[in-house]
């Protein structure tokens, strides 16, 4: 590294953690020293201006940086769960956006990647960028006619990362791990939130955004996850023009998603698009289990097509871009994730707040009664109503339910995990497309009907278990009496002491309440079962019905004596 740049670096270093410094000194004092000298409420009474002042200097900060700093401002948004809504508000309209980067320095690095000059591995490059970001740039360019000829392809897109920026990238890291140590000596953060553990999740995301094999790799995947699905497309990768600091896509450019003038007069109405978005990104998050983490409306194209819809033909198409941020939900996420939605969409606070400790958000020593509450009340009020019908309420409701959930979500000793997150910011950006393409869509409206299968499915599932369960249970009530009797008849033949005389009257009365017992269950498992199943097989829940009265028969008759 060249002497200036290494400078360059070492002050870079130095800005971030003199700020991180300076900041928690003002919060140890207003937040840790103030209350124990008795001055709690200069502390309250200046809280919420602290917050803002912090937010806004971090809001230069990053823009002066760039680099990573831009993505920690955005990453912060996010955390409703640890900080407080003066700092998310703040920071939610943070744009990766910055100067672009001299074309020369882009041109030595891609041919210095590529191994090739630019004029030999593509016929032409637009000069002028399409997209300049923190880690990125990218420009319009045509491959050559073998390269055409092979790929069969022509119009694409060159993703060039930032000179230097590797080097950028590890400075910030190093710098917000060394704050991530501080803030974990911090009992007043340790106790909300694991800040080694937040910085390493923010390492891996960025990591694996500024890899360009990984992002193609990606690119690919999505597109498997969708072949056939006449609903969406992706571009193709050209692999031949592609490294780990170059990225080579088709250019797919089309209608942006919410440029509803230019739908219109492609002859495509915003509020079909909607609905199909919302349903495209509900199938990633449930059925896929890989989505897109970054659905914001510079990401997504609605492409025409010729397909005629009176024919069962689709006349346009979603058109993905940029899967650089990616997200993957586990099996057993996706499980809690269903549970979750399923609550929702029944407007079950309870039902939300057991699924959320299901999915592991909430330690299961958690008090959620406040939580329960406050989901139940929200419900009631907001619940099912569209963005149009949101804008009618009274914006004092919304301060008042913001500052009740808001402070019992920071009291709740919980954290997201990386992939929850990821899944929050996409639904929020999903719901904010949504309602941009159409103002009175309700996302119900796409919740529901995706909710209803997955209970149908859950239904199937709990009809298969219960059945399982009354086999198994009938199959322990078979076998139970001839154990007591075998327990019995050993007892009678002496060999098991009996030491005394009341213990063969207590295994009689244990053996009719249990025959008794067993016989109440099976009734129920059957009769239940039945029920369950009526909707979908009337005579199979005849059959079970009816025959419910044997096990019922028994549960009355076996406990008479002998």
């Known amino acids: 590294m060249a002497p200036t740049a290494a400078g360059a670096t070492r002050r870079r270093y130095r800005r971030i953690l003199r700020f991180a410094g300076w900041n928690l000194a003002v919060t140890w004092w207003y937040e840790l020293f103030l209350p124990r000298i008795g001055l709690v409420r200069v502390a309250e009474r200046t809280r919420s201006k602290r917050m ?41 309209g ?21 191994g090739v000059p630019l004029a030999r591995a593509f016929a032409a490059v637009d000069e002028t960028p399409v997209a300049a970001a923190s880690l990125g740039q990218a420009h319009r360019a045509r491959l050559s006619a073998a390269d055409a000829e092979e790929t069969g392809l022509e119009a694409v897109v060159i993703k060039v990362q930032r000179p230097g920026i590797g080097a950028i990238v590890d400075i910030d890291l190093a710098a917000l791990r060394r704050v991530g140590r501080w803030l974990s000596h911090v009992r007043l953060v340790s106790d909300r939130v694991d800040a080694p553990e937040l910085v390493e999740e923010f390492a891996r995301t960025s990591l694996e955004e500024i890899d360009y094999l990984h992002e193609a790799a990606s690119a690919e995947r999505f597109a498997e996850d969708f072949a056939g699905d006449d609903r969406v497309t992706a571009p193709s990768v050209v692999w031949e023009r592609t490294t780990r600091r170059v990225l080579t896509l088709q250019d797919v450019t089309a209608i942006k998603i919410t440029d509803a003038a230019a739908l219109r007069g492609a002859g495509i109405d915003p509020v079909e698009v909607a609905p199909v978005f919302a349903a495209v990104m509900f199938d990633q998050l449930f059925a896929n289990g890989f989505f897109h983490a970054d659905p914001h409306p510079g990401n997504i194209f609605v492409t025409p097509g010729e397909g005629d819809a009176s024919t069962g033909g689709r006349p346009w198409r979603l058109t993905f871009i940029d899967f650089g941020m990616m997200g993957e939900v586990p099996t057993t996420l996706r499980t809690g994730l269903r549970k979750l939605l399923i609550a929702a969409a029944s407007r079950d606070g309870k039902g939300l707040v057991d699924a959320m400790r299901d999915i592991g958000v909430l330690l299961p020593s958690a008090d959620t009664a406040q939580l329960e509450q406050a989901m139940t009340q929200l419900f009631a009020r907001f619940g099912g109503m569209g963005f149009a019908e949101l804008r009618e309420v009274d914006p004092r409701e919304f301060r008042d339910f913001a500052r009740q959930f808001g402070d019992v979500v920071r009291s709740l000793p919980f954290q997201l995990p990386e992939n929850f997150l990821l899944i929050v910011r996409a639904m929020s950006l999903t719901s904010g497309v949504c309602s941009a393409l159409d103002p009175g869509f309700n996302l119900w409206d796409s919740v529901e009907p995706y909710a209803g299968q997955l209970l149908r499915d859950e239904q199937g599932n709990v009809v298969q278990d219960f059945a399982t369960e009354a086999l198994s249970i009938a199959g322990v009530a078979w076998r139970l009496p001839k154990r007591i009797d075998a327990v019995l008849d050993r007892v009678e033949e002496g060999s098991i002491a009996v030491t005394s005389p009341r213990l063969e009257r207590h295994v009689e009365r244990l053996e009719r309440t249990i025959r008794r017992l067993v016989g109440a269950v099976v009734f129920a498992g059957v009769l239940a079962s039945g029920a369950l199943v009526r909707s979908q097989d009337e005579v199979l829940s005849t059959v079970l019905m009816i025959g419910s009265v044997v096990p019922l028969a028994f549960a009355v008759f076996a406990g008479r004596r002998r």
């Not at 971090?58 to 760039?66: C, D, K, N, P, Q």
């Not at 955005?74 to 640890?82: G, T």
């Not at 943070?94 to 990647?113: S, T």
């Open 52 to 92: 803002r002042r912090f937010a806004q200097r971090f809001h230069v900060l990053a823009v002066e940086l760039g680099g990573l700093m831009i993505k920690v401002g955005q990453f912060m948004s996010s955390r409703l769960d640890v900080l407080p809504p003066e700092i998310t508000a703040e920071l939610e």
């Open 94 to 114: 943070l744009q990766d956006e910055v100067p672009p980067v001299p074309f020369a320095e882009i041109r030595a690095l891609a041919e210095a990647e590529l």
